[in-house]
């Protein structure tokens, strides 16, 4: 399994604890916040297919109803501090790829605690495009199995127009264009399949084979010290891990 999809996984399945919880939900509010804003203003997510996303991300996250209508509210406040987009690129230990997407009010702040990051675990920041080649933009849907197989998901899936499936233990992946993922996602759930979420990603299509433990604890450290970062919102890597590495470490 891939880096993105494996490191989600990982943390779905050891949970968060409280003061991370706090962290996400503070980034849950700026991703609704921005795509308020990106949105021309628009607060209503059913004419806004950024915030759909957004607001379905907080809701799977358990975040307050009050506290996404707060962010909703905050979005168009004039006296709002401005948030910005910024993507970074570069090399994790190892070699493997690395895209950081953050939200920022101060982006040489925030530039400067990515970079320490990668420079204090073995990794070393690239400039612009120098890995973006390797990602491609997708909707990833994440269903729970419930006792079916792969090829039963697989057979349910198969008049959706999905691009691609991925096994991820007890749940399944099933890959969409970005333009698809709400569409077939509400398919999906018509046909008896169980959503748990339901993203737009950056999925690599040249992976990095890590089959050294050692190596594959470096490149989870890593990851997870990059997204503990205030401002980092997501965090995509084309880290290719056994399954066996991971689940020998937990």
Do not use: C
């Not at 990059?226 to 084309?238: G, K, T």
């Amino acid at each position: 399994m891939s880096g993105h999809s494996k490191w989600a996984t990982i943390k779905r399945q050891k949970g968060a604890n409280d003061a991370k919880r706090g962290q996400l939900f503070t980034k849950l509010s700026k991703a609704i916040t921005i795509a308020v804003r990106q949105g021309g203003g628009v607060g209503d997510p059913e004419s806004n297919f950024r915030l759909r996303l957004a607001i379905e991300a907080a809701r799977t996250a358990n975040m307050p109803k009050e506290n996404i209508e707060r962010a909703i509210q905050r979005a168009s406040g004039k006296q709002e501090v401005a948030l910005e987009e910024a993507t970074y690129e570069g090399f994790g230990p190892g070699g493997f790829s690395v895209v950081v997407e953050a939200f920022t009010d101060n982006k040489l702040r925030t530039v400067s605690e990515v970079k320490n990051v990668f420079n204090k675990n073995g990794g070393s920041m690239g400039a612009q495009g120098s890995v973006m080649y390797q990602f491609e933009k997708k909707g990833v849907i994440t269903v729970e199995k419930n006792g079916k197989s792969l090829d039963d998901i697989f057979l349910i899936a198969a008049d959706s127009s999905v691009d691609d499936i991925e096994d991820a233990g007890s749940e399944v992946l099933l890959y969409t264009k970005p333009e698809d993922v709400t569409k077939i996602k509400d398919e999906l759930s018509k046909n008896g399949l169980t959503v748990t979420t339901f993203e737009l990603i950056f999925r690599p299509v040249v992976n990095n084979a890590i089959s050294d433990k050692v190596l594959a604890e470096k490149a989870l450290s890593f990851i997870d010290k990059l997204e503990s970062l205030d401002d980092v919102q997501r965090v995509y890597a084309n880290f290719d891990i056994p399954d066996e590495l991971v689940e020998d470490g937990k």
